[in-house]
């Protein structure tokens, strides 16, 4: 099997932010990465501790969401570039991995 070497990026924000479609338009229109997925988390806490969930009463816009793309480890650093303008200090994780070709 022939592989290719590609860096993976995970960018964690929250629901509410709305910083979404800013990033995904930057990834798609600007950056044009390989592809982008959007996990909703249905829990989840950063550094101030406060729970944020999916239960009642907080059937809220603060739920975490993790964007997650790869591409060319070139490619990804100039995306870094940009997307560390829109995203918080520390919130944006990144490691070399294989594709299939």
Partial sequence: MNTAQVT???LYITDGEAQLNKVL?????Q???????VFRGI??????GKMHA???PELSLQL?????????PAK??????HVGALI????????????NL
């Fill in 31 to 37: 950056e044009h990465v390989r592809g982008v997925t």
């Fill in 76 to 81: 990804v650093e100039s995306t870094l570039n």
């Fill in 64 to 72: 975490p969401l993790v964007i997650e793309y790869f591409d060319t």
């Fill in 8 to 10: 993976v990026v995970r």
């Fill in 54 to 56: 999916s239960v009642p």
């Fill in 25 to 29: 338009s930057l990834l798609r229109t």
């Fill in 88 to 99: 918080k200090p520390g919130h944006v994780v990144y490691w070399n991995a294989q594709t």
């Fill in 43 to 48: 829990a989840g806490f950063g550094p101030s």
